[in-house]
C-alpha cells in the first residue's frame, strides 16, 4: 500500500487538508471523518465582529487551545469550527455541532477552558458584537 503522506513535504496546505479528510474517510468508512453520523443534531451558528484586526487576533490565540480541547476532550461535539469572513475581515463564523443539546450546554459550558475564555473576551472587550443562533439539524443531506 502507498504511503499517502510521503509527498506531503510538496504539498500545500489544502492539500494536506484533502488527503488528511480522505485518510480519516477511509479508516472511519464514511463520508465526513471519524466521528459517527448522528440524528436530531443541536447546531450553534455565531457569528462576531471585532473593532480592531487586533482584537480578532487575540481572540483567536485565545480560542485555539479551547478548540484543540474540545476536539480531544468533548466526543459529542461533532464540529466546532472558525471561519473567517472574506468580505468582512472583523467578521468570524463559528459553527458548533453537538450530538444533543446537553453535550453543549452541560459539558461543553462547564469546561474550565471554556469558562477561562469567555471571561478573558469579556474582560477585554474582545468582541464588538455577538450573533447566536440555535438549530436542529433536519437530517437531509450531509455533513
Do not use: C
Not at 487575540?58 to 480541547?69: D, G, H, S, V
Not at 443539546?101 to 471571561?119: E, G, I
Request: no cysteine.
Amino acid at each position: 500500500m502507498a504511503n499517502p503522506w510521503s509527498d506531503l513535504a510538496k504539498a500545500g496546505a489544502g492539500a494536506v487538508a484533502a488527503i488528511f479528510a480522505l485518510q480519516l474517510q477511509k479508516q472511519s468508512g464514511k463520508r465526513g471523518g471519524a466521528r459517527k453520523a448522528t440524528r436530531g443534531v443541536f447546531v450553534i451558528a455565531v457569528t462576531w465582529k471585532f473593532k480592531s484586526q487586533a482584537d480578532k487576533d487575540k481572540l483567536i490565540r485565545l480560542w485555539t487551545p479551547l478548540a484543540q480541547y474540545v476536539a480531544t476532550h468533548e466526543p459529542n461535539t461533532l464540529a466546532y469550527e472558525l471561519s473567517h469572513s472574506p468580505d468582512e475581515p472583523l467578521t468570524v463564523f463559528l459553527y458548533e455541532r453537538y450530538v444533543k443539546k446537553s453535550d453543549w450546554n452541560v459539558t461543553h459550558q462547564s469546561a474550565q477552558l471554556y469558562k477561562d475564555f469567555f471571561k478573558q473576551v469579556e474582560q477585554e472587550h474582545l468582541i464588538a458584537s455577538s450573533d447566536v443562533k440555535f438549530y436542529t439539524e433536519s437530517d437531509i443531506g450531509f455533513v
